[in-house]
């Protein structure tokens, strides 16, 4: 399946005899796009989008979002089956190859990933380099960013194998980096990977165990991690995604480029939410002050946010915010936690968002961080570590995203224009002379 002409679109210059006939492309779902890569060799003008919200960046086949339904597809699969009824092992190879995989291509798969999970043994030393309290995303962007000097033999990004090779190393590799960074933090002994661990089960045992004693990871959890990275797995062209195919659109090597999408996410505007959302739960305490708090958002003048509300594409509620909310009843349940004040004031943060006119005129609904900083809390994690979770799951889908883009007989550099209104030509003046 491919994008198909669908008629076309003429613009004419006001003013003038000028016009350009621009495509219309079909893709399999989602509204036509007007190709409008000749608008300023027909027009000699540029099209303007600040943050994008009309521009298709690029064709994909992974992942689909309809906002206004509330629908998120990976590879056609609906979010709630693959929840349901996959793990993150073989939702990664679907992202990755397109199809779900056999038995035979699972196990090929698993034992591939779960294979590459130990580190070079010099990056050990490479953690020493930073402060002790360093935020896990910090370790992140340096760790992964670092591989590609220590895996000189993929970095040929024109060699399939080489990409190939890379993908499992990023996506092996990820999990044991976070964990360590959790574990530099506190001092701990860094602990090795044990591939006969299932992935998310694997990431628990790293993140939770010493060597002073046996550790079992409970299978409850490992299932509530797995869930939790199918649904963070990948999310089509976000910042993020977008900043590793841009960074990937120059040929940089894609350790460097994932290690670029990190740096993306961390911005509490997109990844860094989850942590967001913990700091604002503690802020407001209480179910009685949630009232004041909205006030404070609404009011434009403050800058205050709801953090975990609201998304560029869904103008409906998150798919993945429905199946993380009742993820976070069972994982408490399964817990033993009766009552977590922190659930029962995001609920009823929620109920009263949802009633109220500034958030439904705005159509903003829960997104996917909304609760999941209440289920990573319940399991353990210490806030720091949210985004380094949502990075790990994450690396599959960039990398998938820039496996496509290098493949893309299309592809170029990514180079936006922009709309300058900075001073017109002048002539340098000599210090001596400036008033
Ligand atoms: N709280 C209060 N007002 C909001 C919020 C919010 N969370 N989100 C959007 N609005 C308002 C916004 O001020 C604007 O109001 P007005 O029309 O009066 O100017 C209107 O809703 C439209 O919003 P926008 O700023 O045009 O939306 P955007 O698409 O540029 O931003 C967003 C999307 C996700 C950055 C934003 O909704 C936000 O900052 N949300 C809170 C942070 C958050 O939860 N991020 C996680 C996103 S999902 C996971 C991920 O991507 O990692």
């Given at each position: 399946m491919s994008a198909t002409a669908n008629g076309s679109l003429t613009i004419t210059l006001d003013g003038s005899n000028k016009s350009s006939k621009l495509p219309l492309i079909q893709g399999t779902l989602g509204p036509a796009v007007a190709d409008i890569r000749k608008i300023y060799n027909d027009l000699g003008i540029f099209t303007f989008d600040p943050g994008y919200g009309?521009?298709?960046s690029c064709e994909s086949k992974i992942t689909y979002i309809d906002g206004d339904e509330g629908v998120l597809l990976y590879r056609g699969y609906p979010i709630e089956q693959l929840a349901e009824k996959s793990t993150f092992l073989e939702v990664a190879y679907l992202l990755l190859n397109g199809e779900l995989p056999t038995t035979a291509e699972s196990k090929d798969f698993e034992d591939g990933v779960l294979r590459h999970t130990?580190?070079?043994?010099?990056l050990r030393t490479f953690y020493?380099?930073?402060?002790?309290?360093?935020h896990p995303m910090a370790v992140m962007c340096g760790v992964v960013g670092a591989l590609s000097a220590f895996y000189h033999d993929s970095l040929d990004i024109t060699n399939p194998e080489h990409r190939r090779i890379s993908a499992f190393r990023l996506i092996a590799k990820v999990p044991t980096i976070a964990a360590w960074a959790h574990k530099y933090n506190i001092g701990q002994p860094f602990m090795y990977p044990q591939n006969n661990l299932g992935y998310a089960e694997n990431f628990l045992y790293m993140f939770n165990a010493v060597p002073a004693e046996p550790y079992h990871v409970n299978p409850i959890l490992a299932r509530a991690m797995d869930l939790i990275m199918i649904l963070h797995a990948d999310h089509e062209q976000n910042a993020s995604t977008s900043t590793v195919r841009l960074a990937g659109s120059t040929g940089a090597n894609p350790f460097a480029c994932i290690a670029a999408g990190i740096a993306s996410l961390w911005g509490p505007s997109h990844g860094g939410a989850n942590e967001a959302v913990l700091h604002m739960l503690g802020e407001i305490g209480h179910v009685k002050n949630i009232p004041t708090f909205l006030e404070q958002v609404k009011d434009?003048?403050?800058?205050?946010k709801l953090m975990g509300f609201g998304h560029r594409v869904y103008k409906n509620y998150d798919p993945r915010a429905k199946i993380m909310q009742a993820t976070c009843h069972q994982v408490l349940r399964e817990l033993g936690i009766k009552d977590d004040p922190l659930l029962d004031l995001a609920i009823e943060l929620e109920k009263i968002a949802l009633n109220d006119r500034y958030f439904v005129d705005r159509k903003l609904y829960p997104n996917v961080d909304f609760y999941s900083g209440i289920i990573l809390k319940a399991m353990g994690?210490?806030?720091?570590m949210f985004t380094a979770l949502f990075a790990v799951a994450r690396t599959v889908g960039w990398i998938s995203q820039w496996q496509e883009m290098i493949e893309d007989p299309e592809q170029r550099i990514g180079r936006p224009r922009q709309i300058y209104t900075g001073a017109a030509k002048r002539d340098y003046v000599p210090l001596a002379q400036r008033g």
């Amino acid at each position: 399946m491919s994008a198909t002409a669908n008629g076309s679109l003429t613009i004419t210059l006001d003013g003038s005899n000028k016009s350009s006939k621009l495509p219309l492309i079909q893709g399999t779902l989602g509204p036509a796009v007007a190709d409008i890569r000749k608008i300023y060799n027909d027009l000699g003008i540029f099209t303007f989008d600040p943050g994008y919200g009309a521009t298709a960046s690029c064709e994909s086949k992974i992942t689909y979002i309809d906002g206004d339904e509330g629908v998120l597809l990976y590879r056609g699969y609906p979010i709630e089956q693959l929840a349901e009824k996959s793990t993150f092992l073989e939702v990664a190879y679907l992202l990755l190859n397109g199809e779900l995989p056999t038995t035979a291509e699972s196990k090929d798969f698993e034992d591939g990933v779960l294979r590459h999970t130990m580190l070079h043994e010099q990056l050990r030393t490479f953690y020493n380099g930073f402060r002790r309290d360093a935020h896990p995303m910090a370790v992140m962007c340096g760790v992964v960013g670092a591989l590609s000097a220590f895996y000189h033999d993929s970095l040929d990004i024109t060699n399939p194998e080489h990409r190939r090779i890379s993908a499992f190393r990023l996506i092996a590799k990820v999990p044991t980096i976070a964990a360590w960074a959790h574990k530099y933090n506190i001092g701990q002994p860094f602990m090795y990977p044990q591939n006969n661990l299932g992935y998310a089960e694997n990431f628990l045992y790293m993140f939770n165990a010493v060597p002073a004693e046996p550790y079992h990871v409970n299978p409850i959890l490992a299932r509530a991690m797995d869930l939790i990275m199918i649904l963070h797995a990948d999310h089509e062209q976000n910042a993020s995604t977008s900043t590793v195919r841009l960074a990937g659109s120059t040929g940089a090597n894609p350790f460097a480029c994932i290690a670029a999408g990190i740096a993306s996410l961390w911005g509490p505007s997109h990844g860094g939410a989850n942590e967001a959302v913990l700091h604002m739960l503690g802020e407001i305490g209480h179910v009685k002050n949630i009232p004041t708090f909205l006030e404070q958002v609404k009011d434009k003048n403050s800058k205050v946010k709801l953090m975990g509300f609201g998304h560029r594409v869904y103008k409906n509620y998150d798919p993945r915010a429905k199946i993380m909310q009742a993820t976070c009843h069972q994982v408490l349940r399964e817990l033993g936690i009766k009552d977590d004040p922190l659930l029962d004031l995001a609920i009823e943060l929620e109920k009263i968002a949802l009633n109220d006119r500034y958030f439904v005129d705005r159509k903003l609904y829960p997104n996917v961080d909304f609760y999941s900083g209440i289920i990573l809390k319940a399991m353990g994690f210490p806030l720091s570590m949210f985004t380094a979770l949502f990075a790990v799951a994450r690396t599959v889908g960039w990398i998938s995203q820039w496996q496509e883009m290098i493949e893309d007989p299309e592809q170029r550099i990514g180079r936006p224009r922009q709309i300058y209104t900075g001073a017109a030509k002048r002539d340098y003046v000599p210090l001596a002379q400036r008033g």
